[in-house]
């Protein structure tokens, strides 16, 4: 079992509507990101959290820690959201290095 | 401006042979780290390097070499070893990795696509 699951695998979605991206986790944990990765291929940084919720613009980055559970959110989708989001948590460790989920496929149509 | 290049963007190479790939930054980060991601996985720790002079083997080093002589630069060698070199490489840094629990943000490259012919 992976220790950091992404659902849905991939997504499509009609340009305006709200999109939620799930990510579970099965480690201890001081941080956790969210990644957004173009078509070709470069990453960014979207957010990082350790407790309760984040805003950016239409994207809202939420943790239960409790439940071990992150969600995205994209208000108003549109086509230039399109992109795979990622989800990586930072274990507890002293030296905890990322491990990264397999990434959720958003497709935006017009 | 300040950020992260990879280069080159594709590299295409015969088996047996080794390739090097560059990552240099210019953001003044101690920390920097390779990852490997293959269509349908997450990204894999490499190596990575917390300080000048020093690094530590990831999750999947074996048929890879590193260098930071450097604070700056960050090269990684694809070796001949290496079973299944076919992949994209990107490369991130951090402001430091040896802090307790740190959480700092990791900024990545644009990635370079290996191909072995």
């Known amino acids: 079992k992976n220790e950091v699951e992404q659902s849905p695998q991939n997504l499509t979605a009609q340009e305006g509507e709200f999109i939620t991206i799930n990510c579970s986790y099965s480690?201890?944990?001081?941080?956790l990101h969210w990644l957004q990765q173009h078509p070709g291929g470069g990453i960014v940084s979207l957010f990082m959290l350790s407790s309760g919720k984040k805003k950016h613009g239409r994207l809202i980055a939420t943790i239960n820690i409790q439940e071990k559970h992150s969600s995205l959110h994209i208000t108003a989708s549109h086509p230039r959201d399109s992109a795979v989001y990622i989800c990586?948590?930072?274990?507890?460790?002293?030296?905890?290095?990322?491990?990264f989920g397999k990434g959720t496929k958003l497709s935006v149509k017009p | 401006d300040g950020g992260i290049t990879q280069s080159p963007k594709y590299l295409f190479r015969k088996e047996g042979q080794n390739v090097t790939l560059s990552c240099e930054q210019n953001?003044?980060?101690?920390?920097m780290y390779w990852y490997r991601q293959d269509p349908g996985q997450g990204l894999r720790l490499i190596y990575y390097s917390q300080i000048v002079n020093d690094f530590q083997k990831g999750d999947i080093a074996e048929g890879y070499s590193v260098s930071r002589e450097k604070k700056e630069s960050f090269p990684l060698t694809v070796t001949s070893a290496q079973k299944n070199p076919t992949a994209f490489y990107l490369c991130a840094s951090s402001m430091s990795s040896m802090r307790l629990g740190s959480t700092d943000t990791q900024y990545f490259g644009p990635g370079t696509r290996l191909t072995v012919l």
């Open positions: 953001l003044n980060h101690d920390a």
């Open positions: 480690v201890g944990i001081s941080a």
């Open positions: 990586a948590v930072r274990s507890g460790g002293s030296q905890g290095n990322l491990i």
